[in-house]
């Protein structure tokens, strides 16, 4: 499961109201090859839920993450800070053996 903290929680409701999105998008979540460790996350709003797509609900937010990405990203909070040493979403991911340090990439 991908689990959602509160933070993210309320700045997700935020874009999405602010982009003008129905229900019927989710947040997306993948990792794709790429950044300084080798894998980079991907965070978007997605309408569609394809066949093989694993799909989470937590505090109300659903996201989906297809079964590649889900591999990497099984038991990972999604945060958000908007504190001094960055602003932005990130992955508490528990799998990840080593990530750089801006927290975009990881791998495992």
Do not use: H, W
């Amino acid at each position: 499961m991908i689990t959602v903290s509160d933070k993210a929680k309320e700045k997700v409701i935020k874009l999405k109201q602010d982009a003008q999105l129905d229900d019927s998008y989710r947040l997306r979540a993948s990792v794709a090859g790429g950044g300084c460790s080798g894998l980079s996350y991907n965070l978007d709003f997605d309408d569609e839920v394809k066949p093989m797509d694993q799909e989470f609900e937590d505090k109300g937010v659903k996201v989906v993450v297809d079964m590649k990405s889900f591999l990497y990203l099984a038991g990972t909070e999604l945060d958000f800070s908007d504190g001094l040493n960055g602003k932005g979403f990130f992955f508490n991911n528990p799998n990840a053996s080593r990530t750089c340090g801006c927290g975009d990439s990881f791998s495992v």
